[in-house]
C-alpha cells in the first residue's frame, strides 16, 4: 500500500504566520547546516576553533574564539584559511532545499 496524503487545510489569513514559521525553521536548518560545513572547512590546530563555531541567534553561525577571524581573513604574518566563506556559500547553495524540505514538513506533518 502506498503512503497516504494528508494535505492541511488552512484559512487565508493563517498563511503570513504559517510562512513565517516555515522561514524561521528554514533559518534554523540553514544555520545548523552552516555549523557543521564550517567543521569540515575550519582548519585544526589544537580544535578549540573547530568546537567554539555555534548557532548563533538560531539563525546564523559563527565562533566566539578571540582568533577566529584572524584565521578566516589571515594577517600580515599569517595567510588567511577562510572557513566561514566557503560554509556561508554552501548554506547559500543549499537554502532552497532547505526550504522545500521544511515547507514539505509543515505541509504533509
Known sequence: MGKAVVVKRVKHNDIPRLFKKVAERSERAGAGYGVERAMVYVPVDTGKLRHSIKVIDND??????????????????????????????????????????????????
Open 60 to 109: 546564523s553561525f559563527g565562533s566566539n574564539v578571540r582568533y577566529s577571524g584572524y584565521v578566516e581573513t589571515g594577517t600580515f604574518r599569517t595567510r588567511a584559511q577562510p572557513y566561514m566563506e566557503p560554509a556561508a556559500r554552501d548554506v547559500a547553495e543549499a537554502m532552497p532545499k532547505i526550504i522545500r524540505k521544511e515547507f514539505k514538513r509543515w505541509a504533509f506533518g
